[in-house]
């Protein structure tokens, strides 16, 4: 079993930062793919950045050049560094991790508002 825990999220001015943090309970996760997905009210959840099982990464068109996905395998964290931020950011944002033989993990999720 996988727990998956994120912080950092919270209220921040558009332009600002935040970085948002996850971390997984469990064996295996330098061999997972791990990712952030959001969802926004009304909205479907949609992928934002994420590790493929390859080791490389993926983003949303909407986030290439503000976000920045990172992990630490010896912590079993996933963090998003999130810059430039902007009102049509603002979302639960949830991080997702697939086992290797396909078991997919999501954490709680964690409110980000982009706001003046």
């Known amino acids: 079993q996988v727990q998956l825990v994120e912080s950092g999220g919270g209220l921040v001015r558009p332009g600002g930062s935040l970085r948002l943090s996850c971390k997984a309970s469990g064996s295996m996760f330098n061999i997972s793919a791990v990712g952030w997905y959001r969802q926004a009210p009304g909205k479907q959840r949609e992928l934002v950045a994420t590790?493929?099982?390859?080791?490389?990464?993926a983003y949303a068109e909407s986030v290439k050049g503000r976000f920045t996905i990172s992990r630490d395998n010896a912590k079993n964290t996933v963090s998003l560094q999130m810059d430039s931020l902007k009102p049509e950011d603002t979302a639960v944002y949830y991080c997702r991790l697939i086992r290797p033989l396909g078991m997919i993990y999501w954490g709680q999720g964690t409110q980000v508002t982009v706001s003046s």
């Open positions: 590790f493929t099982n390859s080791g490389t990464t």
